[in-house]
């Protein structure tokens, strides 16, 4: 990130200071480092590569919790960053590609499903992403980067929550399914789903820290519409949504 620098916005400080819970814990991190070690350190934090860094500060821009400064040549830093990789697309047989891919891009789409389904015509605001997390800060994350991508959000954090979201609100236009829960296994929900006729053509993207290549394959052979690795951006997550309900491919 060389001579690109942010510093903590008034916002970011008082989110910092109120411990504000609401914020994903990658981001208070992110602002502690800031705050009290500076910019320069971030490089340091664990589980953080350039990328999902670079990611999360544009993010934490766009929210308003830290700000890009000028550099000492007088330019102002542009996001760090390059463009994220493209959406990879496979078939449910295609372990090979996915072996060799996965480090590259982490976020896969089943061309078969997305070929077969019909296209929403829905704006985004009028479409309603059912976020399946148990982890506290993972659902915080998802549900900001969802709403950050304009969509309408429903949570639960465990099966029996998602039943009864199911049956208390009706389907969702999409469902984002982490794959370990309290109560359940993402993988069997969603084989458990596509059983049932009226879940059967469902968007259903699997978001999971499950990176193995077998796992991702057993996903999209289930009938999951998209599998993303965690830790994942804004760009890849939005783009996934998008090109499910609204490209397809």
Avoid at 83 to 110: F, M, N
Avoid at 189 to 214: C, G, H, N, Q, W
Wanted: hydrophobic fraction near 40%; aromatic fraction near 4%.
């Amino acid at each position: 990130m060389s001579g690109i620098s942010y510093r903590l916005s008034d916002s970011g400080r008082i989110a910092l200071e109120a411990k504000d819970r609401s914020i994903p814990s990658d981001y208070r991190t992110i602002l502690w480092v800031m705050e009290f070690q500076g910019f320069n350190q971030l490089s340091r934090i664990p589980l953080l590569d350039r990328q999902v860094l670079s990611d999360c500060l544009a993010e934490m821009e766009e929210l308003g919790l830290v700000r890009r400064v000028t550099n000492p040549n007088g330019e102002t830093g542009a996001a760090p960053g390059a463009p994220p990789p493209p959406i990879y697309a496979v078939s449910p047989d295609d372990s090979v590609i996915a072996r060799t891919s996965l480090s590259r891009h982490g976020a896969y789409l089943s061309d078969e499903r997305l070929k077969s389904r019909r296209t929403a015509a829905k704006a985004p605001s009028e479409t309603t992403i059912l976020v399946v997390e148990d982890d506290p800060d993972q659902l915080a994350l998802a549900d900001l980067r969802v709403s950050m991508a304009g969509y309408a959000v429903r949570v639960a954090n465990s099966q029996a929550a998602l039943l009864l979201s199911l049956a208390r609100d009706g389907a969702p236009d999409l469902i984002l399914l982490d794959a370990l829960l309290p109560d359940g296994n993402g993988f069997e929900i969603l084989s458990k789903l596509r059983r049932l006729r009226s879940f059967e053509s469902l968007p259903i993207v699997m978001l999971t820290a499950k990176t193995d290549p077998d796992d991702i394959m057993r996903g999209l052979t289930l009938g999951a519409h998209g599998y993303i690795t965690k830790p994942y951006s804004k760009k890849i997550l939005a783009d996934a949504i998008h090109r499910v309900l609204q490209e397809g491919l």
